[in-house]
C-alpha cells in the first residue's frame, strides 16, 4: 500500500469505528452525550486524516478546536477516576472505556503534530474563505448538536466549553491574519 493511502485508510476505519461506537453500540450509555463537542470534533479530526491532513477546511478546525479539546479532555481525570464506580454502566462498561480512550488523545495527538511541524503546512495562511467555512461548518453544527450549548445543559460546562473555542477562535484568527 502507498505511503499516501495509509494514513486516508486509517482515517476511514477510525471514522466508521467511531460512528458505530458513539452512535450504534453506546446509544443507550451516552443517549444525547453522543453530539457533545468532542465526538462533533472527533469526526472532523476523521475526515481531516482522511483527507491525508491535506483538506485545509478540516484542518483549520482541528486547529481552531484543538484548545477546546484539551479543556474537554481535562473532565476525562474525572471520568476515568469514577469509572469503577458507575454501577449504571454495567451492559457496555469496557466499551465506554474504549470510547473515551478514542475520543480526546487522537485528536490531541494529531493536533499537537500539525502545530509542531508547522501549521502553515496544513493551513493556508490568510485565506479568509477556508477560515470562514471551517468556522460556519464547526459552530452552528456544534451549537444545534450538543445540547450544553443549545439548552444550557450541564450549565456552566458548556459556558466554558464555548468560551474556550471563541477564545481558541479569535486567537487563531488573529495568529492566521497577521502571520
Known amino acids: 500500500m502507498s505511503n499516501n493511502l495509509i494514513l486516508p485508510s486509517i482515517g476511514i476505519v477510525f ?18 452525550r453522543r453530539f457533545y463537542v468532542s465526538r462533533l470534533v472527533n469526526y472532523f479530526f ?18 481552531v478546536c484543538l484548545p477546546a479539546m484539551i479543556f474537554t479532555s481535562m473532565w476525562d481525570i474525572n471520568f476515568y477516576r469514577h469509572f469503577k464506580g458507575r454501577d449504571y ?5 469496557r466499551w465506554l472505556l474504549v470510547e ?3 475520543m480526546h488523545p487522537p485528536i490531541l495527538i494529531v493536533g499537537f503534530y500539525i502545530y509542531i511541524t508547522g501549521i502553515w503546512n496544513y493551513v493556508p495562511p490568510r485565506d479568509l474563505v477556508v477560515f470562514a467555512i471551517g468556522i460556519l461548518i464547526v ?13 444550557r445543559y450541564e450549565w456552566p460546562n458548556g459556558r466554558d466549553l464555548l468560551l474556550v473555542m471563541l477564545i481558541s477562535t479569535l486567537g487563531f484568527s488573529v495568529y492566521y491574519l497577521f502571520y
Do not use: G, M
Not at 459552530?139 to 439548552?151: A, Q
Open 15 to 32: 471514522f466508521i469505528f467511531r460512528i458505530w461506537l458513539s452512535t450504534f453500540k453506546l446509544k443507550d450509555e451516552l443517549q444525547f
Open 46 to 63: 476523521c475526515l481531516s486524516i482522511i483527507f491525508n491532513l491535506q483538506n485545509p477546511v478540516f484542518n483549520v478546525i482541528l486547529a
Open 89 to 93: 454502566w454495567k451492559k457496555n462498561k
Open 100 to 102: 473515551r480512550i478514542t
Open 139 to 151: 459552530y452552528p453544527s456544534s451549537y444545534l448538536l450538543d445540547v450544553r450549548l443549545r439548552k
